[in-house]
């Protein structure tokens, strides 16, 4: 900026001019170094970095930019086969290079990434004729079903979505299946061929039945449960959510309740304050004990009449003979024990499913080894049964605690045996005791009252 630019905007007249002034020589500015562009010289100035000069120094250099040589590639929008679909007149369009010899090398390459999912079961005329047929599905509609499956690679949605099943003979109206019934034809007849069909291994053989299990039934309500849950109106989800916080307050009402009341029962016992002596009238007024009522231990009670059982109802009758024509043993409840809080006896412990083979009670310590030695005498096998079922079971129970009694019965004798002998011994080789008389008059004698009589008498 020059002195007139000052003055012009500053509104001050203009200088003067003044006689012819001899040229000044411009100062030569400090030169741009090399390997910074001028924008960013032009932002730095003078300042420089050293690593530049450093770097110019070396004679370090850097790669310039490519040039870019090619041709231009010149894309075009071409019609295209799928090669999956190559049979049918299918035409989609795909953008392709013009350069290229052959607009389809690419539907060639990408085709191999073309994967098709689980293949479909196939089954012959006889299996359909033998394990396959149903009532409410005929041969040519489950040959229809099985090539609209394969064809759209187990997606039942979209093969329901496409499904139009049309008699081959007559003018019937086409007929529409859905999801739940597709996937229950499929699984079953998938099921069926696992089974009948032979295989090598038939742990893996029933796995794979195991895979197509399909419940249709449970499917179907499940599908109903979500839909009531997401047709829910702001309504209903508000009165839902008032009847769980209802619910959870009357739950808060009963544990205080009830810790209100235990303590209040502590409290009138005297558990809390230490007292042992209670007014025997008041404790058994709380505790409900009668005291005129003596407390009989269990060997002293006497039987008294029952009162008959219960006659078993539907249920159980259905119960018991579904289990007797099954073979199924069910063991009876184990009973909570007199102590055990009401929680054990609302929920008993339960009890997990094991074999009968793994539950035989093994002898004691003290006749471990004696019992296998004694069964090998009788020729008994010690060990697990080859059929162990229960009533084998129950009598090889029987065996071995016949065994342990017979081996205490021999410990019994055997003591008793050994006594006798030690009393016989004694017996033959006992000595007739001395005489009174003597015994007093003997130095060796034992008898202090003699011995005080007749130190008193000296």
Sequence with gaps: MTSQDVRSILNLPASAPSGPSAPRKSAAGPRKPDGISRELYALIGDNAPSLAEAQKAAGVRYRERPKMKGKK?????VEFTPFARAESSLKLKHWARVTDDDPNASVEHFAKFNLHGLSVMEYSQYEY?????DPGWTPHETAYLFDLLREYDLRFVVAADRYEYRAPKGDAELKTRSVEDMKDRYYT?????????????????????QQFTFDKAREVKRKQYASELFHLTAAEIAEEEALYVEIKRLEQNERRYRADRDELMRTVIGLDSGLVNLDQQNSEGVLNVDRY??????????????????????????????????????????????????????????QPVHLRSTRIPLPPSSTALRVPE???????????????????????????????????????????????????????????????????????????????RRTRGL
């Design 73 to 77: 590639v010149e894309w075009r929008e």
């Design 129 to 133: 004729d033998q394990h396959l047929t």
């Design 189 to 209: 007849i998938c099921r069926r061929l696992v089974r009948t069909r032979t295989a090598s291994d038939p742990h893996a053989q029933q796995q794979q039945v």
């Design 293 to 350: 009522k003596k407390k009989r231990r269990p060997e002293d009670e006497v039987p008294g009449p029952q009162s008959p059982a219960p006659p078993p109802t539907k249920k159980q009758k259905e119960d018991a003979a579904t289990d007797a024509a099954l073979g199924i043993y069910r063991l009876p409840p184990v009973a909570p024990a007199a102590n055990s809080s009401h929680l054990a006896q609302k929920h008993p412990v339960h």
């Design 374 to 452: 004694l069964l090998a005498e009788f020729g008994v096998a010690f060990g697990r049964l080859v059929m162990p079922t229960r009533a084998n079971i129950d009598i090889y129970e029987r065996v071995l605690q016949a065994a342990g009694g017979l081996l205490d019965m021999k410990r019994q004798v055997d003591r008793v045996e050994q006594e006798i002998r030690t009393h016989t011994a004694q017996r033959n080789g006992f000595v007739p005791p001395v005489d009174r008389k003597d015994r007093s008059e003997s130095v060796v004698s034992t008898d202090t009252a003699s011995t005080a």
